[in-house]
Structures are given as C-alpha cells and as structure tokens.
C-alpha cells in the first residue's frame, strides 16, 4: 500500500510513496502526532536529482528490517529541498553546527516541537569505514530519547537559541567602501587554479556569481588579472566533462580539479547563472567559444528543460538507476565505433580522449567526453587538412548525439520554481544581446507570461509570486522568488520598453520591503506573514548573504533596488539598498567566493552603472535603433531605459538628471542620453554615436 506521500506534488517525495517508512510530508500532522505519542521525528530532506538521496532510500528506508525501526521508534517526516528551501536552510544550519557539515540528504532527528538534538547526512545500512550503519544510528537515537528524554530537549534547546541568536545580523556602523570589494576578488583570485580554472581543489563547482563579480570589476577598473580569471576559468569549464560535449549544457559541479569527470545531474540555476556569465564573456572578449557555449546551453534548456507553455523544468538527474554512474553521458570506444564511421571515429577519438582508460571507475571503459585536442592537433595527428578534420567532427558530432538519443534519458524533474525561473530569463535576456542569439528574448518573454499567469498574486490576500508555478497551493513568501523575478521583470523593461513590467517589478519591491525587511534593514528570507503555519524550526531567522548556492537573496534584493531607484529616480530605493548592505556587507562580503553576489551588489551601489535613457515614443524606428545599440553594446551592469512622453502613465518616471529631454525627444526625434551618478553626456541623436558614448563615457578606474 503507498504511503502518504502517494498524493504528493513533489517528484521526489512521490517516489518515496511505494516505501514501507510511514513517512508524512512537511506539516502540522507530523508535530502533532510526534507530540501526543511522545516520540522523537526523522527528518529526511533531499530531492529527486540527488544520487545519494536515491541511495539512501534503496538500501535504507526501501528495507522493511530498516523501515519497522523507524515505524516503530520515530515519526518520520520527507521533505524535498526545492519545495521547501525554507525548511532546508535551517535544517542544513542544525545539523552542520553538530557535525560541521551538511549536505544531501539530510538526516536529522528532532524533537516533538521540531528542534534538532542529532543528525547527519548520508548513513550507510551497515557500519563501514568508521562510520555506524544506520540501523545501528536509529537505535541508539531511540534509546537515547526514551533513556533522557530531558537531555535530547536540553541539547535540542540550546542549539535552538543559539541558531536564532546567529540567524539575524545587525548594522555594524562600519562605513561601506571599495576596500571591502576590493577584498572580496582578492579573495576570488586567491583561490584561483591557474592551471585548470575555477576556484579551489576537487570537487569543484562553477561559482558563477564569483565569475560574473570578476566580469564586473574588470569592465569598471580595467584589472587584465580579474578578466584572466574568468576567462581562464570559463574556457576550461567549456572544454572539460562538465560541459555536456554533445547536448549542451552543464553538469552541476565536477568530482575532479581538472573539470572532466563531473557529478551528471544538471540543474537550471547553474545553467542560468553559466548562461549569463559565457553570454557577458563573449561581449567582453569576442572569443567565439563563448558564444558557443552560450548557445549550447540555450539548445539544452530549449530541448530538456522548457515547458511548452513557458518556463522551465527544475533538473534533469545524473542517472538512470543506482546501477549505473553517468552512463547515458559516457562511452566505450566500441559504443562510438558503432556509432561512427572508422574516419569520424578517429577523429572523434582524439578530440574526445576515447583511447586507453576511460575515466569512470565503476566502469574504466567508460569515457567522459572532453576537449582533449584541437581541430588543428588532430588534423596535424591526422595528416589531414583541418577543413576536412572539423567536417569529419562536425558529423561525429551529430551522429554520437543522435545515438544518445536512442539511450533512456534521465529523469526531469517538470517543477517550476518562480525564482529559479527568473533566474533563466534573466540569462536569456544577457544571452539576447550577443549576435546570434536574439530570439533567446522570446523564450525569455514567455517564461515571464507564464510565471505572471500562473504564479503572481491570485487571492485577494496574496501579494508576490507563489513558490511553484501553476500550483495555487504553493507556498509563497520566499524572498528568493520575489527578487529573481523582480529582476526578470526589470531586464524585461529593458529589453522591451514596456512600463507594465516596470511597474509589476516596483509593487513586487514593495511587498518585499513591507514584508521581508529584518530590524537591521536586512531581508528575512521569508515574509514575515505567511498563508499557513510555520511548524518545528521554521521560527529560526534566517537572513540569507551567502551564494548557497543559488544567488544570496540579500545580494539579489540589493541590486534590484539599485536598478528601481535608476529607473524610477526614486532615491528611496537607493537608500533601502544602502541600509540592507550596512547590515550584511561588513564581516561578509569579504568571503568572497561565497558571497559574490553580496560583492556585486556592493560594487554596484559604491559605482553605479552607466544609465541610458532614451526619450522618445517606443514606436519610432529611431527609438527602437538607438535601444539596439545600448542593448547591443557591452558595458558591464548598463541600465537601460526607454521612455516614451506621449504614453499614459508614464508622467513622473523620467530621471531627474534628463529633465527637459522628454519635450526634445518629442518635438526634434529620439536621442539617448548617457548618465553617470554625477553627470550626464551630450544627447545622442544616432545608433552610432550611441555605441561610442557607452564605450568611453564616465569610465574611471577603481
């Protein structure tokens, strides 16, 4: 019979639904009956793209020796981290206080009112390795509770109020400058591998926020070295396994220092925040492998990811069961002859490395294709022109990925999340203005529908975007939905001059500052009113500053309200921008790595970026040519505005510092004006003029 979970929303939970475990989903029923026997709660949290979480629930809570301990001892609770980050984050802060680390899936026993007294991530069924098993592990937790019962609630109590102490921040008066940027790459490019790109050893993950920080100081300070980095860096990462070589897109982090053999199950937040940042470096340097890799990852998230009525799906898993590792993505060099004709194999085998020992090690016949040698190396190998050589890898190509698409595929998890959303359409609309890949605004334009549609506002009590699209029974109040798509609706005011997403993004701002704001001045991640009760840990504050590993959401509130006060000229923003930083930034955003996005906010707020405003009716070929060129233009962080002075409502919008444009822009034809936060160039009158004024005006070194 299934269990509880049968009736679930969640992939991940209704996978658990045929097991022998009494699971409850997240909810009152839990606690409540956790209190009325007296008995402590397992708490499992993980998802569906989680290969340990898989592992754990095959050779654990698939088992009825495992399951009738926990029935017998335990009220156990599944949650999935994506539905519910809100649960997730205050579970991971518990548990790693106890043991220093977290991770999935999460295992954590709590007490009847939901506060942790032990826990762990992944326990083996039997002991191994210094580690006991887990059945061993849920014994002696029940033990523990029956024998001392009032020690469990004493640890359990203590660490409670430790947490809630440490889950707030405070304004520490500390004057904001450079300096503390500045700190913050030094950071960055401490950690640098030079040889192989990214930060830090194995395992290594993308930190695209760190790169796009990186992007972002170069353009503004001109440092050769920050650019290095991220170029090197991104190269790499388009070369190595990580990079799904065939279908496009990339894996979430790589097992090996060197990007080639990588953990297989793909996520749209990484993929969004790689889009953005290979779209940006191509704008920056022209390298033609940016904008490769940048349309390799929109023919991914086209093919696997998008809901044909907009938005996007959440993962695609690493693999197809616990007895295989990536083996969708790997080949033999039997499996590519079969594929392959004996002149495309040998060329595919050089630049993919499918000679001697592949990389896995459940299967060291495997291999993870990567760029081992350039067409002109294996043309040189060859003795064959190296026309003829990318021809041979051109058709390779196509034949290995339409073999692939003979093999059963992963798993794709067809939630869509309001703010990992956002997240892909801002990229989309980075990636739109790079040559090539304009129509990535379409896919952009009706994400945003959908998510408008199906996920804003709704009931008479609902302000923001609910957590799940198309789901009115979601969740909603988490900040992390509201600013992603908050900035979405600002980069599609940008991209489209039209004022109602202006509009959506400032009362979406709004709820944000009436709701989430902490006493610091500081964001909570959730609203402070939510639709439904906060059981167990949910009354811990949690202010979140760290790229965790989504984008902070303090980060992200900050530069959304930077972009509102520029758009709207309304200072007020600027200054809630101003208080969030002096609460978060100081102590913080020195981490660097981890905190990038908290750095670029930073960043953006001690040097505003270039703002364009171009007056004139949205319609006007002019207006349209002179938003093509500062859209097409790169300068890192450009705002870009259009302001139309015949249409209704737009009154009051126009910056103070182009006062007096809108009756020229009427009365003589479109023009542009360039603004610093000072000053503000002569109007320009042509596309060409334009592109020369974002290029040159204001620039200053840091």
């Not at 904001?176 to 790459?185: D, E, H, K």
């Not at 962080?637 to 006062?659: F, S």
Request: proline letters at 6%; charged letters at 20%.
């Amino acid at each position: 019979m299934p269990n509880r979970l049968a009736g679930a929303r969640s992939a991940y939970l209704v996978s658990a639904a045929h097991q022998p475990v009494d699971w409850y989903p997240w909810g009152d029923a839990a606690f409540e009956r956790a209190r009325a026997e007296d008995k402590p709660i397992l708490l499992d949290i993980g998802a569906v793209w989680c290969h340990w979480c898989h592992v754990i629930d095959r050779e654990s809570y698939d088992d009825p020796e495992t399951a009738a301990v926990i029935n017998a001892n335990f009220v156990a609770v599944k949650v999935d981290r994506d539905e519910r980050p809100d649960v997730d984050v205050r579970y991971q802060n518990a548990v790693s206080a106890i043991t220093g680390q977290g991770g999935w899936p999460l295992t954590a026993f709590l007490t009847p009112d939901g506060h942790v007294f032990f826990g762990g991530t992944y326990f083996p069924p039997d002991g191994a390795h210094g580690r006991p098993g887990f059945k061993q592990v849920l014994l002696s937790v029940a033990e523990f509770y029956r024998t001392r019962r009032d020690q469990a609630h004493g640890y359990a109590g203590e660490l409670y109020q430790a947490l809630h102490r440490l889950g707030d921040v405070r304004d520490t008066g500390e004057v904001l400058t450079q300096a503390l940027v500045a700190t913050a790459a030094a950071d960055i490019t401490r950690q640098f591998d030079a040889v192989h790109g990214g930060f830090g050893g194995a395992p290594k993950f993308p930190h695209s926020s760190a790169v796009g920080l990186l992007l972002r100081r170069h353009d503004r300070a001109g440092d050769p070295e920050l650019l290095s980095v991220a170029v090197r860096t991104l190269e790499q990462m388009a070369r190595g396994g990580v990079y799904d070589q065939l279908g496009g897109g990339f894996h979430r982090y790589s097992v090996d220092a060197a990007w080639i053999v990588p953990h297989f199950e793909k996520m749209l937040y990484d993929n969004a925040g790689l889009l953005a940042n290979y779209a940006g470096a191509f704008r920056a340097t022209g390298l033609p492998v940016f904008r490769d890799t940048a349309a390799g990852i929109i023919a991914y998230v086209r093919g696997t990811l998008m809901d044909a009525d907009g938005g996007f799906y959440t993962s695609q898993d690493a693999d197809i069961s616990l007895d295989d590792d990536g083996n969708y993505y790997t080949w033999t060099r039997e499996e590519a002859a079969a594929a392959l004709g004996p002149d495309e194999l040998a060329a595919a085998a050089l630049r993919y490395h499918l000679d001697g020992l592949g990389e896995m090690h459940h299967d060291p016949r495997r291999h993870v294709l990567y760029l081992d040698k350039d067409p002109d190396a294996v043309a040189a190998l060859l003795n064959r022109p190296v026309d003829e050589v990318r021809a041979l890898l051109a058709r390779a190509h196509e034949r290995l990925l339409a073999a692939r698409a003979g093999r059963p595929a992963p798993f794709v998890d067809r939630t869509i999340y309001a703010g990992w959303t956002g997240m892909m359409i801002s990229a989309l609309f980075a990636a739109a203005r790079v040559p090539g890949l304009a129509g990535a605004a379409d896919d952009a334009l009706r994400a945003l529908d959908r998510v408008l549609r199906d996920a804003y506002g709704g009931a008479a009590d609902a302000r923001g975007f609910r957590h799940v699209v198309a789901a009115p029974d979601s969740i909603g109040g988490l900040l992390d939905d509201q600013v992603n798509m908050t900035v979405a609706l600002l980069d599609a005011f940008e991209h489209t001059g039209e004022p109602r997403f202006l509009r959506l993004a400032a009362e979406t701002v709004e709820y944000v500052l009436e709701e989430f704001r902490a006493p610091s001045g500081a964001f909570y991640d959730v609203a402070a009113t939510g639709r439904e009760p906060r059981p167990g840990g949910l009354g811990l504050p949690y202010v979140p500053v760290q790229d965790a590993p989504t984008p902070s959401g303090n980060g992200m509130a900050v530069l959304a309200l930077e972009r509102l006060a520029a758009l709207t000229g309304e200072e007020r923003y600027r200054a809630e921008a101003e208080r969030a930083l002096q609460a978060c930034a100081p102590g913080r955003v020195e981490q660097g790595l981890f905190t990038a996005t908290l750095g670029l906010a930073l960043e953006t707020h001690l040097a505003p970026p270039l703002h364009v405003v171009i007056v004139g009716p949205r319609a006007h070929p002019n207006t349209l040519a002179l938003r093509a060129a500062a859209l097409g233009t790169y300068r890192h962080g450009l705002v870009v505005q259009t302001y139309d002075p015949e249409e209704p409502g737009e009154a009051g919008r126009l910056p103070a510092v182009v006062t007096g444009g809108a009756e020229a822009g009427t009365r003589e034809g479109p023009r542009a004006y360039a603004c610093t936060a000072t000053e503000c160039a002569a109007p320009a009158v042509s596309a060409q003029a334009l592109v020369e004024t974002i290029r040159t005006f204001g620039r200053t070194k840091a």
